[in-house]
């Protein structure tokens, strides 16, 4: 096994930082293990490869989880006030480095630079979130009146963790789950996402330079299938903790089940947004708009099927569509780009099928469809227009599946009871969103939507220190406040009769 500092060795290369060789974190060593350039890693802007990725065996696996029982040993007990430290060390580290990280973030993720420092400091909002609300970690106590005995419930780690995150925010899933987990006094082996692996590795690093005991979070790359089965059916594993796609939630939920481990899965969504007509529809659009093509449109909570009240819907998709053409399309590192590429060819794939597909049953495409944005499709790497559909049926693949790219489908209602059987009728459950100036309708959404959140003319809903979760197939648990830290928690029941 190779060892490497812990901070990872950057070097300036006309002006931009090089792309880090890319290891595991076992047990507080950097390795390569015996596949060492299993996976080249692309930039999605030009399909350059900007390095060679480690995969974990069997062998490894173990290691790391032989790894994660020891750091669990040690730090289950460590007190809230260090955890605090530890957390806060790192957030200071992560601001120090926020612009490094951030320009690996977009080389291989593809998001612009700007994008990539606000991703940064979501995790370092996370880190000092969680370092404030360990030290409100206590145990609960019950009175009961006339006994003499004394009644309450521990706070317990589950244990080692498994997580899983995937390619569209590298940084911040990680850190959405390893902040709790370590608040909460677990260790855990997180597989990153094997297409944008520096910014996780850039995160552990700044982890490990704060002072993270050797153990308490070990980072590994592989097969995702071979890497999942081994974590989630090893008997120490207490907890599988995933942010994906709909299918593989439900196959890791399957390999949890034998074991019986405790799940958080934060999976798709196709999230409805409903404009009335009383709304401020150039403020709608705005906001809406801005927020639709941020990591072009590859998030689980990003409008995606927009129900317009038919007395406004042709001024809003005229204002929608401007703004939209208006989005300059670009390589992440040129400061002028407003919206990246997409992740990978993947997501250019589903694209094509999602726009074929709607036009063939009739929907009007009032904008994009295409890669035909100014040179760009000279440039090889995977772009996509801003695309708007108009009048796209109910049963077409765009308004039944998750699009997770800049794709929007704009359809009228007229009436609040075909409106919301619209609203609520796929699996998925996750953001929602509603624009209205009356009291009386936002309250009805809210009660009515089926959603993990709804947000009434506004468009951020997860922050650190709320929670957040899905319903329905989009997934369950929360993460983000002190319910994503329980999560991660027992709470052991004592009844203590020693007088
Ligand atoms: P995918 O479902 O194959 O992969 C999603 C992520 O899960 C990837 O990072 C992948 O490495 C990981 N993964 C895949 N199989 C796994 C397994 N067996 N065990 C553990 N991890 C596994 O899909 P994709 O093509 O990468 O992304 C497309 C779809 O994923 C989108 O349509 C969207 O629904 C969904 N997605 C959702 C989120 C989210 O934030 N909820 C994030 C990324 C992707």
């Known amino acids: ?69 020891k750091g669990f040993e040690h730090w289950r007990f460590t007190s809230a006030n260090t955890k605090a430290e530890l957390l806060l060390r790192c957030a200071d580290l992560l601001t120090q480095r926020q612009s490094d990280y951030a320009l690996l973030t977009t080389l291989e993720q593809g998001k612009p630079l700007t994008e990539s420092v606000g991703e940064w400091d979501r995790v370092i909002e996370t880190f000092r979130w969680h370092a404030q609300a360990v030290e409100q970690l ?5 009175q009961q009146n ?40 677990c260790s855990m082996v997180i597989k990153a996402s094997e297409e944008t692996p520096a910014s996780a590795i850039a995160l552990l690093s700044a982890m490990v330079d704060a002072g993270l005991p050797d153990g308490v979070v070990n980072l590994v790359f592989g097969q995702p299938e071979i890497v999942s089965e081994f974590l989630l059916t090893h008997p120490q594993v207490r907890k599988c903790t995933f942010t994906g796609s709909v299918p593989v939630g439900k196959k890791l939920a399957r390999l949890c089940a034998d074991g019986l481990k405790r799940c958080t899965f934060e999976l798709g969504g196709h999230a409805p947004v409903v404009v009335f007509e009383d709304a401020d529809v150039e403020q709608a659009v705005a906001q809406l708009a801005s927020f639709k093509y941020r990591n072009a449109g590859q998030a689980c909570i990003a409008p995606s099927r927009f129900y317009i009240q038919r007395s406004i819907h042709s001024q809003f998709a005229d204002a929608f569509t401007e703004y939209s053409n208006s989005i300059i399309v670009g390589n992440g590192c040129d400061p002028a780009t407003v919206m990246g590429p997409m992740a990978n060819s993947r997501r250019i794939i589903a694209m094509q099928e999602l726009c074929n597909d709607a036009q063939s049953q009739g929907a009007r495409c009032l904008t994009g469809n295409g890669l035909d944005v100014n040179d760009l499709i000279e440039e090889n790497g995977h772009y996509w227009q801003p695309t ?23 359809n009228a209602f007229d009436d609040i009871d075909t409106l919301l059987q619209q609203v609520n009728e796929l699996a998925y459950g996750l953001a929602s969103y509603v624009f209205t100036q009356s009291r009386a309708t936002a309250d009805t959404m809210v009660r009515h939507v089926e959603a993990g959140g709804i947000v009434i003319n506004s468009v951020a809903v997860m922050e650190a220190d709320t929670p957040f979760g899905g319903v329905k197939e989009s997934g369950y648990g929360y993460e983000g406040g002190m319910e994503g830290i329980d999560g991660f928690l027992h709470k052991k029941l004592v009844r203590d009769y020693l007088q």
């Open 388 to 410: 708007i559909f108009a009048d796209v049926p109910a049963h077409a693949a765009m308004m039944q599946l998750e699009p997770f790219g800049p794709i929007s489908a704009l």
């Open 146 to 185: 006339g006994q003499q005995h004394r009644t309450y419930s521990r706070l317990e780690p589950v244990g080692i963790c498994a997580g899983f995150t995937a390619w569209n925010f590298p940084a911040l899933l990680p850190a959405r789950k390893i902040a709790p987990a370590i608040a909460a006094g």
């Open 138 to 142: 206590e145990d609960i106590s019950y």
């Open 1 to 69: 096994m190779t060892i490497m500092s812990a901070t990872m060795p950057f070097v300036s290369v006309e002006g931009y930082l090089s792309y880090p060789e890319l290891r595991m974190l076992i047990g507080g060593e950097w390795v390569k293990g015996v596949n060492p350039d299993a996976q080249p890693v692309y930039n999605p802007a030009d399909q350059s490869v900007l390095g060679w990725l480690p995969h974990a065996d069997h062998k490894l696996l173990g290691s790391a989880v032989d790894a994660a029982a």
